[in-house]
Antibody, heavy 119, light 109 residues
Framework: EVQLVQSGAEVKKPGESLKISCKGS????????IAWVRQMPGKGLEWMGI????????RYSPSFQGQVTISADNSINTAYLQWSSLKASDTAMYYC????????????WGQGTLVTVSS | QSVLTQSPSASGTPGQRVTISCSGG????????VNWYQHLPGTAPKLLIY???QRPSGVPDRFSGSKSGTSASLAISGLQSEDEADYYC??????????FGGGTKLTVL
C-alpha cells in the first residue's frame, strides 16, 4: 500500500532552522509530485508548494516563496520541507501529499508533522 | 482570504442531501479540474472527489461532484453522522499554482 511517513513533531525557538521529512513507499517515488500543505491552528488548508522528485521541478505558492525550501532525495524516496529561520507564525501542522499531476489530485497524505515555534 | 470561496458552514439531518459549493475564477476552476477533500478531526485529509466528479476507490457513491464554469459543488446524499467533517475544494491556479477553498464545516444535526 502507498504510504507517506513524515518525521515527528518538533518544538523550536524563533530564529532556529528546521528540516522535516516525508518518506514515500510502495510506489515509484520519482514519478509522482509531492506537495506540502499547511494547516495553522483552527484554520484551513494552505498550499505551500510542490516538487517532482524525478527532475526536482519545484513550484512555490507566492505566499511561501522565499520562506521555505522544498527538496527531495530520490535515492531514499524522501521529500523535505525546510526553514532557515522559524517564526512563531510557522506554528502549524504540515502535511506532505502525493499527486500524480499538477491538477491537485492529492491522493495519499502523510500523517502530518506538528511544528511548534515558541520562545 | 482564500482564492476559492466556500461557505464556512453547512448542516443537515441524517438521510438528507446536502450541497457544498466552491466558487473560483477563470485561472483556477475555469481552466482546471476541481478536487474535494474530507478532513475529520485528528486525521489527515482524504481525497473524496477528483477531476470534478470522479470518486476514488472506497468512497461511497453518496458523494458526488460537479463543475460548471468557475464554480463547483460537492453533494452528499443520505447524510450520515460520520460525514460530519470539514470539506475543502482544491484546484490548480495558472498564476498561483495550488489553491484551496477556506473549507466548509458540515454538521449533522
Amino acid at each position: 500500500e502507498v504510504q507517506l511517513v513524515q518525521s515527528g513533531a518538533e518544538v523550536k525557538k524563533p530564529g532556529e532552522s528546521l528540516k522535516i521529512s516525508c518518506k514515500g513507499s510502495e510506489y515509484s517515488f520519482s514519478n509522482y509530485w509531492i506537495a506540502w500543505v499547511r494547516q495553522m491552528p483552527g484554520k484551513g488548508l494552505e498550499w505551500m508548494g510542490i516538487i517532482y522528485p524525478g527532475d526536482s521541478d519545484t513550484r512555490y505558492s507566492p505566499s511561501f516563496q522565499g520562506q521555505v525550501t522544498i527538496s527531495a532525495d530520490n535515492s531514499i524516496n524522501t521529500a523535505y520541507l525546510q526553514w532557515s529561520s522559524l517564526k512563531a507564525s510557522d506554528t502549524a501542522m504540515y502535511y506532505c501529499v502525493r499527486s500524480n499531476s499538477l491538477q491537485l489530485r492529492l491522493d495519499y497524505w502523510g500523517q502530518g508533522t506538528l511544528v511548534t515555534v515558541s520562545s | 482570504q482564500s482564492v476559492l470561496t466556500q461557505s464556512p458552514s453547512a448542516s443537515g439531518t441524517p438521510g438528507q442531501r446536502v450541497t457544498i459549493s466552491c466558487s473560483g475564477g477563470s485561472s483556477n476552476i475555469g481552466s482546471n479540474t476541481v478536487n474535494w477533500y474530507q478532513h475529520l478531526p485528528g486525521t489527515a485529509p482524504k481525497l473524496l472527489i477528483y477531476t470534478n466528479n470522479q470518486r476514488p476507490s472506497g468512497v461511497p457513491d453518496r458523494f458526488s461532484g460537479s463543475k460548471s464554469g468557475t464554480s463547483a459543488s460537492l453533494a452528499i446524499s443520505g447524510l450520515q453522522s460520520e460525514d460530519e467533517a470539514d470539506y475543502y475544494c482544491g484546484a490548480w491556479d495558472d498564476s498561483l499554482n495550488g489553491v484551496f477553498g477556506g473549507g466548509t464545516k458540515l454538521t449533522v444535526l
